[in-house]
Each structure stands twice: as C-alpha cells, then as structure tokens.
C-alpha cells in the first residue's frame, strides 16, 4: 500500500505530535494492520518520558495496546489473510537465547523487541507486524474489548503462571488499574473469592461489576485486619500485586497465609524497597513475578469471549485519534478518574 498516514509521532522526550508519515511497506512474511482502537497505558507515558528498562529509540511510533484488521497480508502468509480482525502481542526475542528457546520471548536475554517501547508501535492508522505474533477475535468482540486484552492476558498470564485459582481460593488484588481489575476479572471467572484493595472508589465498583466479593478502600481501612477477618485469620491464597508501589508490594507479605502465593504483576523498574525477607521463609510463601504473557493469548481472547466478562468496561475514556496529545495529557492528571484511556480511530 502506498501513501501516507497519520501517527502520533515520538519525536524526543516528552515531545510527540500528530503528524504524517509513509505507510510501512510489508515483507513477504509481514502483514499490514488497519489500526481500529488503542490503549493509552502507564508504560506509555513513561517511554514518551523517556524511562524504561531498555533504552527509548527516538523518534519512533508508540503504541502496544491495539485491535485491527488485516488490510494487506505477504505472499509468504498463510495463517492470515485480508479482513481477518486481530489482536497482536508487543513482545519478541532473539529466537535463539536460553530464554527465547524456553518460550519466554518476553524474557529475551540478547535482542528483546517491544513494539511501542523500543521499536515502532500502534499509535497509528496502519501497523506492520510479523504473523506469529497476532492472534484472531470474534466477530462478537468489539474493537475496544479487543484493545485491552493485552493488559488483560498479562493479568491472567501472572494468575496461571502461580499455579491458578478456583473456588476454594480467596484471592487479593492489590491495585484496581487496568491489569488490576483485570486480575479481578479472570481470578473471578475462575471461581475464586475476589477481594480487591484499592483507594478509588469507582474503581472499586468496577470491580464489583467484574464479580469481586468484596472491595476495601486501602486509605481508609486496615487492608490487613480485612483480610484476616474475612480468610479465619489465615490470610489470602493468592496475593495479585497490580499497584506497582513499594508500600503494596511490602504489605502483599502480610496479606498472604502461610504457605500461600504471591503473584507480582506491578511495574516499578528501579526501586529498593525494605522488606522483612524472613516472612518469606517462615510462611513458606511462593513469590513469582510476571511481566508479558506468551503463549496464551488464543486462550485469553476465549475466556473473555465465553465467560461474559464485560471487560469493555475498563475502558473508561475513548478520544479520536486526532485528540492523542489531549488524551495523554487526560491520562497524565491523576485528578481524572479512570482506568484505561483509548484512542479510537474512526
């Protein structure tokens, strides 16, 4: 496809701007994507800032949260054609490293790829993206429901990756943003008793309307005493730490029984933090941190799309593409309420 489209261009350090740009041209095993809807998440700010655990490359395109169409495929595809609406994962590796061969392309020990982070993204009107790494939606997923599964497979990627929940399982998630509430949808689709500690209350009643069983306002009230008195004494199974703070990530310690499980699914690249690491041994505790979610994608997109999640919710502010600087500047304010910002592109 030839001509020019428009992109929200990262020109240098909190320095981006809509501007005009040659549509990518695509290999014989690249597709061309029709960019339909696209999250604004907290990375994003960061890297336009600047920061991030691998170095920024301006300029570039941002962008890792997407949904589209397939307008234009290679002659060496075949798992995909033209019009098949997609979803596509922002994460690749070498192929080659000890991580890579693993199927941890997200823990690539040589050449890590992050599209929207360290290499060209989404926020644009048409994306180039090697095969392997889109995946299919229904016809009965919406284009915005579309754009969250990625937070949302990170969320379930750090709940199986811990060994998973159900009905016997009381589960605490700490942080109600995108992969917070996340977390509370899938670990409430899987049956367990979901309580959610966060100091928003619109948050918190979103996290009602995803199944949680209870939701505790962590500014207000003792998160601890709740827990306890809810769990017997004992505390929670699972522990989701989604708020990426050094206080939730010290108090998740506390929040989790003997023998329990802790998921650590929070960014915050860079930070020391005192904790009393005994509390690991003595309580037996079995701590994982996740950051990506490969291989499970396919998966994901089933859960939500046969459980009835209405994951749509999250996305609590849309803006046309055309507002994009507006809608950073949106998601910037910690004044506004919500969780998930997105751009729509028509």
Same mark, same amino acid.
């Given at each position: 496809?030839?001509?020019?489209?428009?992109?929200?261009?990262?020109?240098?350090?909190?320095?981006?701007?809509?501007?005009?740009?040659?549509?990518?041209?695509?290999?014989?095993?690249?597709?061309?994507?029709?960019?339909?809807?696209?999250?604004?998440?907290?990375?994003?700010?960061?890297? =336009?800032?600047?920061?991030?655990?691998?170095?920024?490359?301006?300029?570039? !395109?941002?962008?890792?949260?997407?949904?589209?169409?397939?307008?234009?495929?290679?002659?060496?595809?075949?798992?995909?054609?033209?019009?098949? @609406?997609?979803?596509?994962?922002?994460?690749?590796?070498?192929?080659?490293?000890?991580?890579?061969?693993?199927?941890?392309?997200?823990?690539?020990?040589?050449?890590?790829?992050?599209?929207?982070?360290?290499?060209?993204?989404?926020?644009?009107?048409?994306?180039?993206?090697?095969?392997?790494?889109?995946?299919? !939606?229904?016809?009965?997923?919406?284009?915005?429901?579309?754009? =969250?599964?990625?937070?949302?497979?990170?969320?379930?990627?750090?709940?199986?990756?811990?060994?998973?929940?159900?009905?016997?399982?009381?589960?605490?998630?700490?942080?109600?943003?995108?992969?917070?509430?996340?977390?509370?949808?899938?670990?409430?689709?899987?049956?367990?008793?979901?309580?959610?500690?966060?100091?928003?209350?619109? @948050?918190?009643?979103?996290?009602?309307? #995803?199944?949680?069983?209870?939701?505790?306002?962590?500014?207000?009230?003792?998160?601890?005493? !709740?827990?306890?008195?809810?769990?017997?004494?004992?505390?929670?199974? #699972?522990?989701?730490?989604?708020?990426?703070?050094?206080?939730?990530?010290?108090?998740? =310690?506390?929040?989790?029984?003997?023998?329990?499980?802790?998921?650590? #699914?929070?960014?915050?690249?860079?930070?020391?933090?005192?904790?009393?690491?005994?509390?690991?041994?003595?309580?037996?505790?079995?701590?994982?941190?996740?950051?990506?979610?490969?291989?499970?994608?396919? @998966?994901?997109?089933?859960?939500?799309?046969?459980?009835? !999640?209405? =994951?749509?919710?999250?996305?609590?502010?849309?803006?046309?593409?055309?507002?994009?600087?507006?809608?950073?500047?949106?998601? @910037?304010?910690?004044?506004?309420?919500?969780?998930?910002?997105?751009?729509?592109?028509?």
């Amino acid at each position: 496809m030839e001509g020019t489209m428009k992109a929200y261009y990262y020109e240098s350090a909190n320095n981006a701007m809509i501007k005009d740009v040659p549509i990518p041209r695509i290999s014989d095993e690249e597709v061309l994507v029709k960019i339909k809807a696209v999250g604004i998440c907290h990375t994003d700010l960061s890297v =336009l800032a600047g920061i991030n655990i691998v170095p920024v490359p301006f300029p570039f !395109i941002g962008g890792h949260e997407w949904s589209g169409e397939i307008v234009e495929a290679g002659k060496g595809v075949v798992a995909f054609k033209v019009g098949d @609406r997609v979803v596509g994962e922002c994460n690749s590796g070498c192929g080659s490293c000890l991580a890579c061969q693993e199927g941890h392309e997200d823990y690539c020990m040589v050449a890590p790829v992050q599209r929207g982070i360290n290499t060209d993204g989404a926020f644009c009107e048409y994306y180039r993206i090697i095969p392997r790494l889109l995946h299919k !939606i229904p016809d009965t997923m919406d284009w915005v429901t579309a754009s =969250l599964m990625e937070p949302f497979t990170v969320a379930y990627t750090g709940i199986r990756g811990i060994g998973s929940c159900d009905a016997g399982d009381t589960v605490v998630v700490q942080g109600g943003g995108a992969i917070g509430l996340g977390a509370v949808a899938a670990a409430a689709g899987m049956g367990a008793r979901v309580i959610l500690s966060d100091s928003h209350e619109s @948050r918190r009643n979103m996290a009602t309307r #995803l199944g949680a069983y209870k939701t505790i306002d962590r500014r207000a009230e003792d998160v601890v005493k !709740i827990v306890n008195d809810l769990t017997g004494g004992f505390g929670a199974d #699972l522990v989701i730490e989604a708020a990426g703070n050094a206080a939730s990530m010290k108090q998740s =310690l506390d929040l989790v029984r003997n023998n329990g499980r802790i998921a650590y #699914l929070g960014m915050d690249p860079g930070t020391e933090i005192p904790i009393e690491i005994g509390k690991i041994m003595m309580k037996g505790i079995r701590a994982q941190g996740s950051l990506g979610s490969p291989g499970i994608w396919d @998966r994901a997109i089933k859960f939500i799309d046969w459980s009835g !999640i209405d =994951l749509k919710m999250l996305s609590s502010k849309q803006f046309p593409f055309i507002q994009a600087a507006e809608a950073f500047e949106y998601t @910037r304010d910690r004044d506004n309420e919500f969780v998930k910002v997105t751009l729509l592109m028509e």
